[in-house]
């Protein structure tokens, strides 16, 4: 799976000052107040787990990270946007300068930090690894201003990366609100292309749809590739048999839509429909579910679509204790990084050591400035508070949340 080691923040809009932050291989909480931060840091690390800062083309920032996959070279990425000042003779002289940004990166590999390639807008793609075209690379620009991380990696790196970093795409930060079940039910707004040839189905390694895996499987195992819609059953998807079981329904099924088809031969799908039976053989759809339902599908949904890292804010809100705990389970082996006001969440998060309590729980705080804008801060717990927590947990008395919370770390 792939994990993101460690995230150094030398400039990112309202940072106070550089962070260096260590996460934890399991669940990763981000604590701290209203303002802190935190959902602007959930938003960062989703980027650099996709690799696509497109979104921040006409900001200024510099970081660096690491990434891994298991018996895999660790890959260190560093990543500028720096707004120089561009001279308009030919416009009129009131207009004066305008701002305008350089993008820039290096990838280095090991810890001896080898470089494996260079980027600037001058030189494009070049160093030690870098292959002769231009696809090839692990960054690439798609036009002035932008800088993309491509998903075709380095030559050495390809079987170890390529379908980690692929299936990473669909790692967006999952948010309170209900807006990623809204899109997956909506007939506007299509989910992504899948390829289709005479007698089979694949996604996009590119542009990764935002359909399950198993969802593609299922469709590719079909052998009908022109039909309108597909309807799966709890019996095709475990995704449906999960959600049936919690939610205490007697059957399920997911309907997809093909809502375009083009050539050469994509498809495009869309606007899921998902059905609950009762026993009664009455059923609902995914409309008539409550909010909490509603945050249940969607959650179980997010999961199906990224096998390894899982990016959520306030995961707690308007699910039942039960929920809670299976959906902390679900998250497996993947690597979390969660928000949450709700205690309970604190309570799942596992402390085996004062490291691991170290590198699990990020501090998200202000810090005034001159002109009453605060900055943030986002550091790693200390040593010391990491010994104290690691210390009371072990004595079993106080929960997670109680612990941080007579610290002040919460």
């Known amino acids: 799976m ?32 209203n303002g802190t931060g935190k959902t602007t840091l959930l938003e960062l690390i989703s980027m650099v787990v996709r690799s696509d800062f497109s979104t921040l083309a006409k900001e200024e920032f510099a970081i660096e990270y690491e990434l891994s996959v298991p018996e895999g070279e660790s890959l260190i990425v560093v990543v500028r946007n720096e707004r120089v000042a561009i001279e308009q003779p030919q416009r009129p002289v009131e207009l004066g300068q305008r701002d305008a940004f350089r993008p820039s990166g290096e990838v280095f590999g090991g810890i001896d930090r080898r470089l494996l390639l260079r980027y600037d807008p001058e030189h494009g793609i070049s160093g030690g690894e870098a292959p002769d075209y231009g696809l090839g690379g692990i960054l690439a620009p798609v036009e002035p201003g932008f800088l993309v991380f491509l998903i075709a990696p380095l030559p050495s790196f390809t079987s170890r990366y390529f379908r980690h970093l692929a299936q990473a795409g669909n790692a967006h930060r999952l948010d309170e609100s209900l807006d990623l079940f809204r899109r997956i039910t909506s007939a506007e707004d299509p989910l992504g292309k899948v ?22 499987q299922r469709l590719m195992g079909s052998h009908e590739p022109k039909k309108p819609d597909y309807s799966l059953t709890d019996g095709d998807l475990d995704l449906l048999a999960t959600l049936k079981e919690m939610m205490g329904f007697s059957s399920s099924e997911l309907r997809v839509v093909v809502t375009e088809q083009r050539s050469p031969p994509t498809v495009q799908i869309g606007n899921l429909v998902f059905r609950f039976w009762w026993e009664d053989g009455t059923f609902i759809t995914h409309e008539r579910l409550s909010y909490g339902q509603k945050r249940l599908v969607t959650f179980f949904y997010y999961l199906a679509c990224n096998p390894d890292i899982v990016i959520a804010d306030e995961l707690v809100n308007g699910l039942h204790h039960r929920w809670i705990t299976a959906s902390i389970d679900a998250i497996g082996q993947r690597q979390a990084f969660l928000t949450s006001q709700n205690p309970l969440l604190l309570d799942y998060v596992p402390i085996t050591s004062a490291e691991e309590a170290r590198r699990s729980f990020v501090l998200c705080r202000g810090e005034p400035r001159p002109g009453g804008r605060p900055g943030w801060i986002w550091e790693n717990m200390t040593e010391e508070d990491a010994q104290e927590l690691f210390s009371a947990y072990g004595v079993g008395v106080e929960h997670v949340s109680e612990i941080l919370q007579s610290r002040g770390l919460w």
Do not use: C, H, M, Y
Request: aromatic share 10%.
């Open 2 to 33: 792939l994990k993101l080691r460690r995230l150094r923040v030398e400039r990112f809009r309202s940072l106070a000052r550089n962070a260096e932050l260590s996460f934890s291989d399991g669940i990763n909480v981000l604590l701290g107040q």
């Open 195 to 216: 390829f289709v040839s005479e007698r089979k189905w694949a996604r996009s390694l590119f542009t990764p749809p935002l359909v399950p895996d198993s969802v593609v």
